[in-house]
């Protein structure tokens, strides 16, 4: 006889966490949610899913309680706040923050898991929107080993490529490895389109020759096409990555370690942001070109 599914909760609930949490309850699962806005949940409560007031709540009805939030400061208070979940969690349960959140964080918010039988895991993602859409994040995991096997069948629903890292902490580092990558991507990507156009190139037919060869990037293939068609509509908002790239910075000035395309980028983003552009994609890094035009 198959064992009853765990029930699983998920806190969250907006471009990427609607997608990743309908999945899970697309595969049988009895799914809790909570999101601090009701009616971004209102779809997938009419789905099925269970309604949530609070993160205190929400703990104390699930086994697994997956959480996408918008910054550190975010996942502190859902997580140690006195309505938060680990002071609510069962004893068993498991917690899995997909936030791109602090490395020191992640490591903290573990050992306090620990000491109340809880497994805590640091499990940021990479796929943007359409990663989320498709079920096809790539997922990286910090942890203890036997708390992230607990948990590998419901991160298999949401990811295409799930690595274990490391302890407490690795997920969140690994990431940080991403968004350092994607950051001088960006940069890049946008000036070779910018370039083709200033040339008299078709930059769609460019995009062509240039997409499958040894430039080619998930930006390039699928965020380049967003700028061109002047959509600008967030898979992942600017502010968010702001976010991202100041906790890199941060981390490797503790390592002392010196990024000069990383410090280009953020800085190029904040000027995005103080032009009032923080609620759009990555992709409107293309506008500080464009509108030279």
Known sequence: MESAKQIVGFAGIGVMGKSMAGHILDKGYEVHVYNRTPSKAQELVDRGAVWHDSPSTLAQACDIVITMLGYPQDVEQVYTGEDGLIPHAKSGAYLIDMTTSSPLLARRLA?????????????????????????????????????YEAVLPVLEIMGSNIVYQGTAGAGQNTK????????????????????????????????????????????????????????FEPGFYIKHFIKDMGIALESAAEMKLDLPGLKLAESLYRKLADAGYEDKGTQALYKLWNEQK
């Open 176 to 231: 940080m490895c991403n968004q350092i990558a994607i950051a001088s991507n960006m940069m890049g990507v946008t000036e070779a389109i910018v370039y083709a156009e200033k040339a008299g190139l078709d930059p769609r037919n460019v995009l062509k020759s240039i997409e499958t060869g040894a430039a080619g990037s998930f930006s390039l293939s699928n965020l380049v096409p967003r700028m061109l068609d002047g959509d």
């Open 111 to 147: 050992e306090q898991g620990k000491e109340k039988g809880i497994g805590v895991l640091d499990a940021p993602v990479s796929g943007g929107d359409v990663g989320a859409k498709n079920a096809k994040l790539s997922i990286m995991v910090g942890g203890e080993k036997e708390d």
